[in-house]
């Protein structure tokens, strides 16, 4: 029996892939194989040496030391894109949201409660909520991964003109991408070209204040930003002084901070983004056949700190061993095997910065010396045995 930690409440649909007779769910073991979480904060939890793998239902990581659990051969899985349409359409009423000046009206609206002549008030007073049509603007998504090109395509959709900036875009994204779609060769081109930017970025040391007083400087006059993605992808006194001078006419975040709250022109989102039932059960699911794979077959797919290996478990018995990234790792490992007599059939190798995993598949018993000699090999990190 396998058990698997709760962390936060995990959709059913996700967790009714885990077969009852095999897994027991609970949100208190000591001693779990597997844990699935949304936001819990993991910094200050100590990692049970039974723990083979974490399955975040969401994308970012942020709550997962991921450092001590590559130490510790713990393989950390998110759900890239499973949450993608969900915070597309977020996005898209931010847009008009930044735009439209809805929320001060609707603000405005509520006031006339005690009026006797509504109807006359609200069209005398609504020309203080005018706001400009999207349509024919030019949008700036920074960021094509699985939201920014969705983002991207559905803007177009709406009639604008979309420039798109990722150094780092997937194949699979560009493939995803409406050929509409203009390609800005650096960041500076999005800033000083769109009447609206939206940021789909991960917060990285690269990232974070890309929104700083140097780069609102540079942009246009007026210029509504988005940040569905991480609060501090944005210089938060810079964004203070923008809307001050009317720079930035609106902001519109998901990532709401004390700073911002109840700033002029700013309207706080609070992380709705993914707060969809479909995003719940997606990321559920994914997050669900990920560590089971992973336990059941040692696959590693969508994992943030080891490589994806996908090998089909064809023989009887599997090794898996997570090691360092460094040379003469492989025929070491191979050297066990033959010392031991054990025929290896099938085996796969993949690294991803310092470390590497590899799946040895062998087409007899393996006993428990092979894997205790495994282990003590200088540079190996975990051994497990899959029969
Ligand atoms: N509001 C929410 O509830 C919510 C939900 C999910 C994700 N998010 C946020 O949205 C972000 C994007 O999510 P995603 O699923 O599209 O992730 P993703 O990994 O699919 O895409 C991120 C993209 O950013 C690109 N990138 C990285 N560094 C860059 C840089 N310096 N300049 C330009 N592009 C760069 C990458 O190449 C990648 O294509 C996440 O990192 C997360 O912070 C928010």
């Given at each position: 029996m396998y058990n698997i930690l709760t962390l936060n409440k995990i959709s059913h649909v996700g967790l009714s892939k885990l077969d009852q007779t095999k897994y027991a769910i609970s949100d208190?073991?000591?001693?779990?194989d597997g844990i699935l979480l949304r936001s819990?904060?993991?910094?200050?939890y100590d990692m049970p040496e039974s723990l083979l793998a974490i399955g975040r239902a969401g994308a970012g990581v942020n709550n997962i030391p991921l450092d001590k659990c590559t130490e510790k051969g713990i393989v950390v899985f998110n759900t890239p894109g499973a949450n993608a349409n969900a915070v597309k359409e977020l996005v898209i009423a931010a847009l008009l949201l930044s735009s439209r000046n809805i929320v001060g009206g609707i603000d405005w609206a509520k006031e006339?409660?005690?009026?006797?002549t509504v109807e006359k008030d609200v069209e005398k007073g609504k020309s203080a909520f005018v706001g400009p049509e999207i349509a024919g603007k030019t949008l700036g998504v920074v960021g094509l991964g699985a939201i920014g090109v969705l983002v991207a395509n559905a803007a177009e959709a709406l009639g604008m003109n979309v420039i798109g900036y990722d150094p780092y875009i997937s194949i699979d994204a560009a493939w995803g991408l409406s050929t509409n779609v203009k390609r800005a060769i650096n960041r500076n081109e999005i800033f000083e070209n769109c009447d609206y930017i939206t940021l789909h970025v991960p917060l990285t040391k690269e990232t974070e204040?890309?929104?700083s007083s140097v780069a609102l400087e540079t942009m246009k006059d007026g210029v509504r930003i988005i940040n569905c993605?991480?609060?501090?992808?944005?210089?938060a006194d810079a964004m203070k002084s923008a809307l001050d001078s009317e720079k930035v006419a609106c902001y519109v975040t998901d990532f709401p901070n004390k700073a911002l709250l109840n700033y002029k022109n700013v309207i706080s989102i609070p992380?709705?983004?993914?707060?969809?039932p479909e995003s719940e059960e997606n990321c559920a699911v994914m997050a669900v056949r990920e560590i089971k794979e992973y336990i059941e077959r040692g696959n590693i797919t969508n994992s943030v700190n080891f490589p994806s290996v996908q090998l089909p478990k064809t023989s009887q018995s599997r090794i898996t061993i997570m090691h360092k990234n460094i040379p003469n790792m492989l025929s070491q490992i191979s050297n066990e095997f033959a010392k031991n007599d054990l025929n290896i059939d099938n085996m796969m190798n993949k690294s991803k910065n310092d470390v590497a995993y590899t799946i040895v598949d062998v087409d007899s018993e393996v006993n428990g010396n092979v894997i205790e000699s495994l282990s003590k090999i200088d540079g190996i990190i975990r051994v497990r045995l899959i029969q």
């Open positions: 208190n073991t000591e001693t779990p819990f904060n993991m910094h200050d006339l409660v005690s009026s006797d204040k890309m929104v993605s991480r609060a501090d992808l944005v210089d992380h709705l983004g993914a707060s969809t």
